[in-house]
């Protein structure tokens, strides 16, 4: 069963709208940690939230990783990872992160926990329960 990831995008630099365009890109430019280690647990297949930051603090679409266990080419020692990825389809309608934040059972959910975290985890309920919220 494929695992769970949310990805953070400012749409000025790279929307949604470029992924389609491009159909599939290298995430590349991760320096954290935590969401380096994120990264090397993705696996072909796994699904991934497209969240605009900065500008829009919103869930728009759901990507899905196409290539893993990559070295960031932007990385001149070769030590930071990054996947390819590419776009599956938008979401009925953008999830908000007010949304999220008021949503009871979203309550332990990284994208708020860890408000700074480029590449968070989300788990199966908190998958479910943002793609019934864009459904409504």
Same mark, same amino acid.
């Given at each position: 069963?494929?695992?769970? %990831?949310? /990805?953070?995008?400012?749409?000025? *630099?790279?929307?949604?709208?470029?992924? $389609?365009?491009?159909?599939?890109? &290298? %995430?590349?430019?991760?320096?954290?940690? +935590?969401? @380096?280690?994120? !990264?090397?647990?993705? @696996? &072909?297949?796994?699904? !991934?939230? %497209?969240?605009?930051?900065?500008?829009?603090?919103? #869930?728009? @679409? #759901? @990507?899905?990783?196409?290539?893993?266990?990559?070295?960031?080419?932007?990385?001149?020692?070769?030590? %930071?990872?990054? $996947?390819?990825? *590419?776009? $599956?389809?938008?979401?009925?309608?953008? &999830?908000?992160? *007010?949304? /999220?934040?008021?949503?009871?059972? !979203?309550?332990? #959910? =990284?994208?708020?926990?860890?408000?700074?975290?480029?590449?968070? =985890?989300? +788990?199966? =309920?908190?998958?479910? +329960? /943002?793609?019934?919220?864009? =459904?409504?």
């Amino acid at each position: 069963m494929p695992n769970h %990831w949310l /990805i953070k995008s400012e749409p000025f *630099k790279y929307a949604w709208d470029d992924l $389609v365009r491009d159909g599939e890109t &290298v %995430w590349d430019g991760v320096r954290n940690h +935590r969401a @380096a280690n994120n !990264l090397r647990a993705m @696996a &072909v297949g796994d699904g !991934l939230f %497209w969240y605009h930051s900065n500008k829009g603090l919103e #869930i728009v @679409a #759901i @990507a899905e990783v196409s290539e893993a266990g990559l070295i960031d080419p932007t990385d001149p020692e070769g030590k %930071w990872p990054t $996947v390819k990825v *590419k776009p $599956v389809s938008k979401l009925a309608r953008p &999830v908000t992160l *007010k949304e /999220i934040k008021a949503e009871p059972t !979203l309550e332990g #959910i =990284e994208l708020v926990r860890l408000s700074r975290l480029s590449v968070a =985890e989300i +788990r199966p =309920e908190e998958w479910d +329960r /943002i793609i019934a919220m864009s =459904e409504r």
